[in-house]
């Protein structure tokens, strides 16, 4: 019996420091109708033909509706204008943000990509909707994001999505050009998002 009670004394706090519980989330009970991707060209689909977006490989796996709110070479700062009309007023449940590519291109500060996310995503939980921030880092690519996006998702309590273009950024097999995925790579970005969000939507 004493052994029993030693074991249990081990094993309870390594289960918590584990991390097996998920973390809590805000908005956990939203009642929205919808999941809202919005992002760049990443969401929006560049490099595969209509209806070959990640959005669309979404919506056949769950069953809310999924919507597209992807603009190819939106910044974080664009986001922040479209975010009423694109996002607010679609009754959303779930927002899967996906931002980055674009203001490194245009050379916008780290801090300003941060500070703009953090507004992104508090407004659209007031709204009353789940957040999902997305990491596109993969490797050395945009590896100096991944983790002020990991601190922004905690201190929020969002769904945080890292390393979403592992393994398919250095696979031509899954691209159209050097960075953008084609039908096949939006196919598992489809299900990466998915095995993020599950637990979270039913």
Request: aromatic share 8%; proline share 4%; glycine share 6%.
């Amino acid at each position: 019996m004493k052994k029993i009670k030693l074991r249990l004394v081990f094993v309870i706090p390594l289960i918590i420091l584990c991390g097996c519980a998920k973390p809590e989330i805000r908005n956990l009970d939203a009642k929205g109708s919808s999941i809202i991707c919005f992002g760049d060209s990443i969401t929006f689909g560049y490099g595969a033909n209509s209806g070959e977006d990640y959005p669309t490989a979404l919506g056949k796996l769950v069953r809310l509706s999924v919507v597209n709110s992807g603009v190819d070479g939106d910044t974080t700062f664009e986001a922040l204008e479209r975010l009423e009309n694109d996002v607010l007023d679609k009754d959303p449940r779930l927002v899967i943000v996906e931002f980055c590519g674009n203001d490194f291109l245009k050379k916008i500060p780290k801090e300003d990509t941060v500070k703009n996310l953090t507004q992104i995503i508090e407004r659209i939980q007031e709204k009353g909707a789940m957040v999902a921030l997305v990491d596109i880092s993969a490797g050395v690519f945009f590896q100096e994001y991944r983790q002020a996006f990991k601190k922004l998702a905690a201190q929020k309590k969002a769904i945080f999505i890292p390393v979403l273009l592992n393994r398919i950024i250095t696979n031509p097999a899954m691209k159209s050009d050097f960075f953008h995925p084609n039908a096949r790579g939006y196919q598992v970005i489809a299900k990466r998002i998915y095995q993020a969000i599950s637990a979270y939507i039913k």
